[in-house]
C-alpha cells in the first residue's frame, strides 16, 4: 500500500509539473500587442487626416476602423504589413477611391512605431 501511495504521489508530481510548464503545445496564449498604445495615440496624428482622431473615419475618405472586420481579422503583424504596403486606389478592395499611401505617407515610420499605432487602433476597436 506504502508503495501505491508513493506512485501515486510521483505520478501528481509529473502532472503538476507537465502543466505549470505549459505541458500542451497546441494551446496558444492570448494575444497581446507588442505595440505601445500610448506613443501610437501620437503617432496616430499622421493618420487623422483621413481616420478621424477618433478612428471612426471622415466622409469619403478613410475608412472607420473602430467597427472595420477587415483589420479585426488582421494579427498585429499582418495589420502593420498593411500600413506599410497601403492601399492604391488601383486595388479593386479600395472602396473609398483615395490613395492610403505606404505607411501613412510618413515614410520615417518604423515597424516599432507602426506596432504602437496598431496597439492604438486596437483600442478603439468595438
Known amino acids: 500500500m506504502r508503495?501505491?501511495?508513493l506512485v501515486l504521489a510521483l505520478a501528481l508530481i509529473v502532472v503538476l509539473m507537465l502543466t505549470a510548464?505549459?505541458?500542451d503545445a497546441e494551446e496558444e496564449p492570448a494575444a497581446v500587442s507588442a505595440g505601445d498604445a500610448v506613443v501610437g495615440k501620437d503617432?496616430?496624428?499622421v493618420c487623422?487626416?483621413?481616420h478621424g482622431t477618433d478612428g471612426t473615419g471622415l466622409p469619403n475618405n478613410g475608412k472607420d476602423l473602430t467597427t472595420s472586420?477587415?483589420?479585426k481579422g488582421l494579427t498585429d503583424e499582418e495589420f502593420v504589413e498593411y500600413?506599410?504596403?497601403g492601399r492604391s486606389i488601383s486595388d479593386?478592395?479600395?472602396t473609398t477611391g483615395v490613395d492610403m499611401p505606404p505607411k501613412g505617407g510618413n515614410p520615417a515610420f518604423s515597424d516599432e512605431d507602426l506596432l504602437d499605432i496598431v496597439a492604438y487602433v486596437r483600442t478603439l476597436e468595438e
Open 43 to 45: 503617432l496616430f496624428l
Open 3 to 5: 508503495k501505491f501511495i
Open 92 to 94: 479593386p478592395l479600395n
Open 69 to 71: 472586420e477587415f483589420i
Open 48 to 50: 487623422a487626416g483621413c
Open 21 to 23: 510548464c505549459g505541458g
Open 83 to 85: 500600413i506599410k504596403t
